[in-house]
């Protein structure tokens, strides 16, 4: 059964680099033609997708976040990776990752919670 | 960008009931639309793929249709533990985007 697990600092400082990785165990990474991505949600708000990548590494962005944001994969350790750089209080949330199949998001990691604070 | 606005973004229904919520999207988006189910403190749990495909392991009360720009989620039979927000979801093109919600309470 696969599955996806979020790690990562729980709280970055204003202006720093906050950095996520998502482990995926019971299935390799580089099968078929899946995207890999990573989704957020603010506090008692909606879900916002922030990108998603191919083991080839083709990757698409969300055009608000495209300029700090950067997902990267390391298929020998079966993972994928996000950087969202300059991060301020909006950037606070549970992030998920996910894998993308029939255009939709399954399964989800559990969530992790980054707080951007000093 | 594709947007999708969901309707209503709240709804109170007792156990039983059929409810139904819907998902417009700003342009065409063919099939390509999903449904998620998210309970407090838990990820979204994926419903319904391709507008109208139960995702396994889904209880059958659950059904999606619509193409197009229009589309809903129906719920047939409300049971308490349906207490939740649900989100639709397209990938017809990058980037992906999610309508904004709908709460649903049971009286």
């Known amino acids: 059964q696969l599955q996806l697990q979020e790690s990562g600092p729980g709280l970055v400082k204003p202006s720093e680099t906050l950095s996520l990785t998502c482990s995926v165990t019971g299935g390799s990474i580089t099968t078929g033609s899946h995207y890999w991505g990573w989704i957020r949600q603010p506090p008692g708000k909606g879900l916002e997708w922030i990108a998603s990548?191919?083991?080839?590494?083709?990757?698409f962005y969300s055009p608000s976040l495209k300029s700090r944001v950067t997902i990267s994969v390391d298929t020998s350790k079966n993972q994928f990776s996000l950087k969202v750089s300059s991060v301020t209080a909006a950037d606070t949330a549970v992030y998920y990752c996910a894998r993308t199949v029939y255009s939709s998001l399954d399964p989800w990691g559990q969530g992790t919670l980054v707080t951007v604070s000093s | 960008d594709i947007q999708l606005t969901q309707s209503p973004s709240f709804l109170s229904a007792s156990v039983g009931d059929r409810v139904t919520i819907t998902c417009r999207a700003s342009?065409?988006?063919?099939?390509?639309l999903a449904w998620y189910q998210q309970k407090p403190g838990r990820a979204p749990k994926l419903l319904i793929y391709?507008?109208?495909t139960l995702q396994s392991g889904v209880p059958s009360r659950f059904s999606g249709s619509g193409s197009g720009t229009e589309f809903t989620l129906t719920i047939s039979s409300l049971q308490p533990e349906d207490s939740a927000t649900y989100y639709c979801?397209?990938?017809?093109?990058?980037?992906?985007?999610f309508g904004q919600g709908t709460r649903l309470e049971i009286k």
């Open positions: 342009q065409g988006i063919s099939s390509y």
């Open positions: 990548i191919h083991y080839s590494g083709s990757t």
């Open positions: 391709a507008a109208s």
């Open positions: 979801q397209q990938l017809n093109s990058y980037p992906i985007t």
